[in-house]
């Protein structure tokens, strides 16, 4: 091992991670039949209404899909409970009119359990499965 390599290892091993406190919201969309197109064109909406209002409390946001047998999936991470209900409040319009063209097949919450537990209550009717975070677990840091 180089010394350059060695020396970064050494003043950044017990310091490049913190605690995981990120709830991420996996919402899992099924399109209908023959509503593609109009559900896709409203993935920008979202994209556009996140980045202009949630800067502060928004960690990641984005859509993977569609597949071929229609899903879509948002992966979407916030610094809180209260974070994920001001999103919802944010988007909830785009949010409705795309229930329209797709469907809410599989809704998971993960994170904290202390946060999980003030989302069941606001997010119980849309179903959700909460995944309470490990013990111990971490993430990596901001990095410049």
């Not at 050494?10 to 605690?19: A, F, K, V």
């Not at 610094?79 to 795309?98: M, Q, R, T």
């Amino acid at each position: 091992m180089n010394a350059a390599k060695t020396a970064l290892q050494m003043s950044s091993s017990s310091t490049w991670y913190e605690d995981d406190k990120v709830i991420t919201l996996v919402p899992k969309f099924k399109i209908k039949d023959g509503m593609r197109e109009p559900y896709v064109a409203l993935l920008p909406k979202f994209l556009e209404l996140v980045k202009a209002n949630e800067e502060e409390s928004c960690v990641h946001y984005g859509f993977v899909g569609p597949t071929e047998d229609g899903f879509v999936i948002c992966r979407e991470g916030y610094i809180s409970a209260e974070a994920v209900l001001k999103h919802l409040d944010n988007v909830g319009d785009v949010l409705n009119e795309a229930l329209q063209y797709a469907d809410i097949v599989e809704l998971m919450i993960q994170g904290p359990a202390e946060e999980l537990k003030k989302l069941e209550e606001p997010l119980a009717h849309l179903g959700p499965t909460h995944y309470p975070l490990v013990e111990g677990s971490f993430r990596s840091k901001a990095r410049p």
